[in-house]
């Protein structure tokens, strides 16, 4: 059901991009400056992705949903308070919202491919107790790449209008078998390797949540998680380096793999976690005590002045609060209210935005997606930091799939940008860039 109608929406869509191609293609798109070479290519418009657009005003948009609309408008799983994953990815690969009968056909589909081959065990068992979990997640992933349908008909050789099919596929085998390896290294690293096992006749949420054996309403957290972390553009580090690699070619396993060791670094999959470190100092430096508005407000004035940030605050896009932070608000209120971090958590919400408009130095005081999501996490019993990165790429790997899928079939090339010396650099600026 989802593979036919996407079949038909790439059929319709080629031809846009062809057409852009060769009757458009020497139209200039954007300008780009020494600064954003040498720091980090940052903003410079270059890549496509119709899959999610991060809107300054309403937030992160799922084929122009934004997500308010993907949640009111998902199917849910019966008794449950948010959607299918599995419709998520239905959106993002075909831009429309399942019916109940299409979002279903998607969850037997990835109940059926869920199970893990014996060696992807093996392989996790192999790493030290004192590994990294996204180490042993890039590597259960990388090792799969033996089970690539796409690699395997690459080598027999198949016309490329038709490299989307077996990338869809293998798409479909990962996604289904990323809950399984997940929770599995979860309870090799923190649960002395004692793992429930999985249960085929729950959706993706439910029995991610059952296999971590954590009662209701994990199941709906985990929904919440995935859905919320599932695609934010293609410049971020995960998406952009999944996007690269597959590019060459590789499978869609050496893909995600790659992905999820760009999603490792400090710089990107990680401030979830430190929120919650800097959350529970805050704590210790107040002496457990929930402090009044008023010495919450001179703490974040002594913060501030002491040249630090306040972490989980401020977008580099965003002009309002994030909308993924609201949704997390909405469901901490009604489920973690008496919750002593989320006392933190609602303060700080209502302290620090005009604490920052009156500083002055940030673009947007508004907090964001981790400001709240470790604290959740928290609050349900998954206390061990490392883990939180690993949960981020079980959600991000569903949108960057969805972006490989039609990567393959729009015939997008070798991603190839062309490099400069720094003498180089030296002489277009003593030039005026000219």
Same mark, same amino acid.
């Given at each position: 059901m ?7 929406k790439?059929?319709q869509?080629?031809p ?6 060769d009757?458009?293609? +020497? ?7 020494i600064?954003?070479i040498?720091?980090g ?17 309403e937030?992160i948009?799922?084929?122009n949903?934004?997500?308010p609309?993907v949640?009111?408008?998902l199917p ?7 959607p ?21 056909d998607?969850? +037997? ?6 199970i ?8 996790i068992?192999?790493?030290?107790d ?5 180490a ?6 990388l090792?799969?790449s033996?089970?690539? =349908?796409?690699?395997?008909?690459y ?8 490299y989307? +099919? ?7 085998n990962?996604?289904?078998?990323l ?51 599932a695609?934010?553009?293609s ?10 690699v597959?590019s060459?070619?590789s499978?869609?396993?050496l893909?995600?793999?790659a ?8 710089l990107h ?9 800097? =959350? ?34 401020g ?6 609060? +994030? ?7 909405e469901f ?14 609602d303060m700080l919400?209502k ?27 928290w ?6 930091y490392?883990f ?5 790429g ?19 090339p070798l ?12 002489v =277009? ?6």
């Amino acid at each position: 059901m989802m593979k036919e109608k996407l079949r038909e929406k790439i059929e319709q869509w080629r031809p846009r991009t062809q057409r852009l191609h060769d009757e458009y293609g +020497d139209v200039v798109v954007d300008k780009i400056t020494i600064n954003q070479i040498i720091g980090g290519m940052r903003d410079i418009k270059c890549l496509v992705t119709d899959i999610s657009y991060l809107d300054p005003e309403e937030g992160i948009k799922y084929r122009n949903f934004t997500l308010p609309e993907v949640f009111e408008k998902l199917p849910r799983p019966c008794g449950a308070e948010y959607p299918y994953v599995e419709g998520c990815l239905f959106l993002l690969l075909t831009g429309e919202i399942p019916t109940e009968e299409e979002v279903s056909d998607v969850v +037997d589909e990835l109940s059926k491919r869920r199970i893990l081959p014996r060696y992807v065990y093996d392989v996790i068992d192999a790493f030290p107790d004192v590994s990294h979990p996204m180490a042993m997640f890039a590597s259960a992933i990388l090792t799969m790449s033996r089970e690539s =349908l796409f690699a395997k008909k690459y080598e027999m050789g198949m016309r490329k209008k038709d490299y989307w +099919d077996p990338m869809y596929e293998d798409s479909l085998n990962l996604l289904a078998k990323l809950p399984e390896i997940a929770a599995y290294i979860y309870a090799k690293l923190y649960k002395n390797g004692k793992m429930v096992q999985s249960n085929p006749f729950l959706d993706f949420g439910g029995n991610f949540a059952h296999m971590m054996d954590i009662p209701k309403p994990y199941d709906d957290v985990s929904r919440l998680h995935f859905i919320l972390h599932a695609d934010h553009e293609s410049g971020n580090v995960s998406a952009h380096t999944g996007h690269l690699v597959a590019s060459s070619l590789s499978d869609i396993y050496l893909s995600i793999s790659a992905m999820i060791c760009g999603l490792a670094g400090p710089l990107h999959g990680l401030a979830n976690q430190e929120v919650l470190k800097w =959350l529970h100092g805050v704590i210790q430096k107040m002496g457990g005590k929930l402090p009044t508005e008023d010495e919450m407000k001179q703490f974040v004035w002594d913060t501030l002045k002491a040249g630090h940030v306040i972490p989980g605050f401020g977008h580099a896009v965003l002009r309002k609060t +994030d909308p993924r932070y609201m949704i997390q608000r909405e469901f901490a209120l009604k489920h973690m209210a008496d919750d002593p971090l989320m006392h933190y958590v609602d303060m700080l919400f209502k302290v620090v935005p005009p604490i920052l408009k009156e500083q002055g130095k940030a673009k947007n005081p508004w907090p964001n997606v981790d400001s709240h999501s470790g604290v959740i996490q928290w609050h349900y019993g998954v206390r061990e930091y490392d883990f939180y990165t690993v949960l981020f790429g079980i959600g991000r790997a569903i949108g960057i799939c969805a972006n490989l899928i039609w990567d393959r079939a729009l015939l997008y090339p070798l991603e190839r940008p062309k490099s400069l010396t720094t003498d180089m650099l030296e002489v =277009l600026a003593m030039k005026g860039g000219k």
